[in-house]
């Protein structure tokens, strides 16, 4: 009986946001489609009523079968039966509830018979499943991959791949293998053409493939023999009928258990190049791993409302010395940073989705016209915005909802650690977040470039000049104040001129403009709705004084402080 | 070779998550302090049509509901999970109906609608529990009819074949189409409503809603002949009046009583076998399990 959109009106309150009439304007184009297909939106309203509706039988189904089932199916897992991946039962069931409710190529145009809506509420659909299984959403999310094929492909194979998606098969993304986990560039799998038939062969092994026997993957291989670096990688696409793939195993994980990470191995596979050869890692995987970083950004968004709502129930509920244990500071405090915690993850991860959709959306009509030179400049903006918002998005959100599920299994005291209530689930799911997709390490190196250049400084400019209401006005102060920390912080470091003293210092700096960022963000939701004070007021306080803790070390650290750290020779 | 199938469905307060305001003072149900729902067991009846319509190509789902306007919803609802059409009964001329009443105004509504195979109905309704109207709907047709239905296993050449759900067992039976079938609970549940579906019918209106809403869509009914919803009122089904509403229902309500359960009777019970087998029997006596 639960609906976990409606009963969580934080949702509707991102979903509505200012920008989404440009959001919108620019994914339906004059509403273009409204005669053509009987699902397509009138107008404006229309089309926002049809995401919120959509939205809510994607929090019913997630109420009312996700949820229930995600214990059932942490305990059974998947197996192999006759080298396909069989589904645990529960995971099966809520596959099929959302097919049947359409609910698999979200962001498709509808000439590929999806939905066509923005990423925002695609996202926003990524979030609500999330928080009903994290596990799940790894199967459903990987839809991500049909976007990706939507974007580079040819005509003729969006064509014959795109719709099946749309109608209900999954997708994987065949990256890592043995030797090639964060070095992408390592990658060894062979693509072979065959000049008789005109066709690609892969041959070789791929490891940690999440949903590693989906119908349609993306493989990442070696088109050019000789090669040994990322610009001999080549994309394809593989189709699960050809049946030359073996599933060696599916991995015994700690965490997210109903989704089968397999190890594959590829004999004389036949598959279809996308787009051109050399251009698989440079330019295909970057933005399919941008999209799969948004992805684990909503995962992480997700599982820090379950872990928040766990600890919450459980705090009024637990009695001990004679009151409940949500009355005393220790216990409040965690709860309400938590809360602060919940509120700045899911702000972050729908301002860097409004970003992605601009861009993307001009992308598409650029494939259609010319863009004019403003929408190049606007496209030009907002895509520098989701390059760098992205990486800090996923590395923020993943290592906060770490810190959640942490805090609320702490709150569950003894209990907690028994299999008896969800968070012990949620948490074991929780620890995946930080590593894949690229660990929090790797998501500071491209964050970095954001600190260097200027970016975040110039967009944190922007936030500042924004206008808000008087009684707000003392929040941008400290904002202000804590943005002269960053800025003595980042010449600090920069004056060195030493890239090993970059590095050293990158995930501090890139936390603290994350701090300021997040605290302008909730900042600017408490301007729409007073609901988010609380929670801007424990954030930015944080902040500030996580910031100065940070400050505090680089002021203190000289290029050969390194030698403390250093590995002995 | 489709069927034709009419699922007749209801709009109920959700009385399972009942709150302190459920009943009004003089002990008649609050229909205003719950929210109003498809009848669950006509959401199982809803499936077992649409399995049918995958089933059998070229097979048709119509919904029937009688109810006041708002009772629309309950089309809606149909129409997103994957209806084909449906009819909304109203009039006041309907109100204060009992079993007998309603099941006369729905059967006239099904003779009205005239071709069909096939009527399903949920087994009962959850404000009411009576269980009457889909019985009593299949006597007026002069129909057969088939209850405590869990699955329709086939429907073609003029037979349907069903397993039945009864107390201590399954049964399948055979019966002749057309007929009345009402389907439990422990059916298989309705379908999400689908995304495109609901996309495309959520501006489905009967005529009434039509003309009391400041309505922004209202001309896109006249392109698109699916966004109208029929309404029918007691002028357009033929019916006798003294059957109808009020007059047409020998149910009185004499006495309604609010009952509280109060715990004071207790048992100590030893543990041994002989006692725990003797409050099994007692348990299952009085129907609290088995």
């Known amino acids: 009986m639960a609906n976990f959109f409606t009963d969580n009106t934080d949702l509707l309150f991102h979903l509505q946001h200012p920008l989404m009439k440009k959001i919108v304007a620019l994914k339906e184009r004059d509403f273009q489609d409204k005669d053509k297909f009987d699902y397509a939106p009138m107008d404006f309203e229309d089309a926002m009523d049809s995401y919120e509706k959509v939205l809510e039988i994607v929090g019913e189904i997630c109420g009312d079968i996700v949820a229930p089932n995600a214990e059932g199916v942490d305990a059974e897992g998947p197996k192999i039966v006759n080298n396909e991946v069989i589904y645990a039962k529960g995971t099966q069931e809520n596959l099929d509830a959302l097919v049947k409710a359409g609910l698999m190529g979200i962001t498709l145009p509808r000439k590929y018979e999806g939905l066509n809506f923005p990423i925002v509420p695609y996202i926003m659909a990524a979030d609500i499943v999330s928080r009903a299984d994290a596990g799940f959403v790894n199967i459903w999310g990987l839809q991500d991959c049909a976007e990706t094929i939507n974007e580079f492909a040819s005509e003729d194979q969006k064509e014959r791949f795109l719709p099946r998606i749309s ?64 610009r001999g990688l080549s994309m394809f696409i593989y189709d699960r009928n050809h049946k030359k793939v073996t599933i060696r195993r599916i991995e ?120 004019t030179k403003e929408e190049r400049a606007d496209m030009k903006y907002y895509q520098r915005l989701a390059d760098f918002f992205t990486p800090l998005l996923k590395g923020m959100t993943s290592e906060y909802c770490n810190q959640l599920a942490y805090d609320s299994l702490q709150i569950h005291g003894g209990s907690g650690f028994m299999k008896d209530y969800p968070i012990e689930r949620i948490y074991r799911d929780a620890r995946i977040t930080t590593i894949y997709e690229g660990t929090t390490q790797l998501q500071v190196v491209a964050a970095i470039r954001g600190v260097t250049t200027g970016s975040y400084l110039d967009r944190i400019r922007e936030f500042e000049a924004m206008t808000i209401k008087p009684e707000l006005h003392g929040f941008r102060r400290t904002l202000i104040g804590m943005t002269e920390e960053y800025e003595k912080a980042v010449r600090q470091v920069m004056e060195v001129k030493d890239n090993e003293y970059l590095d050293f210092h990158a995930r501090r700096l890139v936390e603290m403009a994350g701090h300021i960022i997040m605290g302008y963000l909730l900042l600017l939701d408490t301007e729409r709705d007073d609901r988010f004070r609380t929670s801007t007021e424990i954030y930015i306080r944080m902040g500030r004084s996580e910031n100065r803790a940070r400050a505090e070390y680089i002021a203190n650290c000289t290029i050969d402080d390194l030698g403390f750290f250093k590995p002995a020779q | 070779m489709g069927l034709k199938i009419i699922v007749l469905a209801k709009q109920v307060p959700d009385t399972r998550n009942v709150g302190k305001d459920a009943m009004k003072a003089d002990g008649t149900v609050n229909r205003a302090a719950l929210p109003a729902i498809f009848n669950p067991e006509d959401l199982n009846a809803l499936e077992q049509a649409l399995r049918l319509k995958e089933k059998y190509k070229g097979s048709t789902v119509t919904v029937l509901t009688m109810g006041p306007g708002r009772a629309a919803d309950i089309i809606r609802e149909g129409l997103f999970r994957g209806a084909d059409d449906g009819y909304l009964l109203t009039d006041r001329a309907f109100a204060g109906s009992d079993t007998l009443a309603t099941s006369y105004a729905i059967s006239c509504a099904v003779r009205k609608i005239k071709s069909f195979d096939l009527i399903l109905a949920g087994r009962q309704a959850i404000d009411g529990d009576t269980a009457q109207v889909g019985p009593q709907v299949a006597e007026k047709l002069n129909l057969p009819q088939i209850t405590y239905a869990e699955e329709i296993l086939k429907a073609e050449k003029g037979k349907i074949l069903v397993k039945r759900r009864l107390e201590r067992g399954v049964e399948t039976v055979e019966g002749p189409l057309p007929c009345v079938v009402t389907v439990n609970g422990s059916a298989a549940p309705c379908r999400p409503r689908a995304a495109k579906l609901l996309m495309k019918y959520k501006h489905a209106k009967t005529m009434s809603e039509k003309q009391s809403q400041s309505e922004d869509y209202i001309d896109m009914s006249a392109d698109r002949p699916y966004l109208n919803i029929a309404e029918w009122s007691v002028n357009d089904v033929e019916t006798d009046d003294k059957w109808l509403g009020l007059a047409g229902s020998p149910t009185k309500v004499k006495k309604i009583e609010n009952v509280v359960f109060q715990a004071k009777e207790s048992k100590v019970l030893s543990g041994s076998d002989k006692d725990i087998e003797e409050l099994m029997k007692e348990l299952i006596l009085n129907h609290t399990i088995g």
Not at chain 1, 215 to 229: I, N, Q, Y
Not at chain 1, 337 to 357: C, G, I, N, Q
Request: overall charge negative; hydrophobic content about 40%; aromatic content about 8%.
């Open chain 1, 167 to 230: 109608n209900g098969e999954t997708a994987a993304m065949d990256l890592t293998e043995p030797d090639a986990g964060s070095d992408l560039q390592a990658v060894q799998l062979k693509a072979t053409y065959n000049e008789k038939d005109g066709k690609w062969y892969l041959n070789g092994v791929k490891r940690f493939i999440t949903n590693g026997d989906g119908h349609v993957s993306l493989v990442l291989a070696r088109s050019e023999a000789g090669t040994t670096d990322g």
């Open chain 1, 252 to 371: 015994n994980k700690m965490g997210i258990k109903g989704s089968p990470t397999c190890e594959l191995v590829f004999k004389d596979a036949p598959a279809e190049l996308v787009g051109q050869t050399r251009m698989g890692l440079i330019k295909y995987v970057m933005a399919l791993m941008n999209g799969a970083r948004l992805g684990i950004g909503a995962q992480s968004v997700g599982i820090s409302e379950a872990a928040y709502r766990e600890a919450l129930a459980y705090a009024e509920e637990r009695k001990q010395f004679g009151k409940t244990i949500i009355e005393f500071p220790a216990v409040y405090e965690l709860l309400a940073t938590m809360k602060a915690r919940l509120d700045a993850s899911r702000t972050l991860l729908y301002e860097t989705s409004r970003y992605v959709d601009i861009y993307k959306s001009y992308m598409h009509i650029s494939e259609e016209r010319q863009l």
